[in-house]
């Protein structure tokens, strides 16, 4: 299984980008999805996930509101579309699958890794 993230970039704050993740093979609605973030010195953090459904979504508080996780079964992608952005939303934005439905804010629980891809908000 292959994770390729993609859609990041510089914007102001204030401004919106929309991540997407492309992941390979025939079992993409199996799985949990997850977007994590890191931010430079900092650990790794949960940001949004959501069920194979679709249905079920869930976000960090410090996201919650502005930032929303979506995903189209059909095509084998997750979306985290990001408005009202703020530089404290700084960092390398990586999306991962996790194949047993553990817990979603948990990173140890996903299986497989997207390279990451850096989003840089500007004051």
């Known amino acids: 299984v292959q994770l390729q993230a993609s859609g990041g970039g510089l914007v102001q704050a204030g401004g919106s980008l929309r991540l997407s993740c492309a992941v390979s093979?025939?079992?993409?609605?199996?799985?949990?999805m997850g977007w994590f973030r890191q931010a430079p010195g900092k650990e790794r953090e949960f940001v949004a996930a959501?069920?194979?459904?679709?249905?079920?979504?869930y976000y960090a508080d410090s996201v919650r509101g502005r930032f929303s996780i979506s995903r189209d079964n059909t095509k084998n992608t997750v979306v985290l579309q990001m408005n009202s952005l703020k530089p404290e939303d700084t960092a390398v934005y990586y999306c991962?699958?996790?194949?047993?439905?553990?817990?979603?804010?948990?990173?140890?629980?996903?299986?497989?890794w997207g390279q990451g891809t850096l989003v840089t908000v500007s004051s």
């Open positions: 991962a699958a996790d194949r047993n439905s553990g817990s979603v804010q948990s990173a140890v629980e996903y299986d497989y």
């Open positions: 093979g025939r079992t993409f609605s199996s799985y949990v």
């Open positions: 959501i069920r194979q459904s679709g249905v079920l979504r």
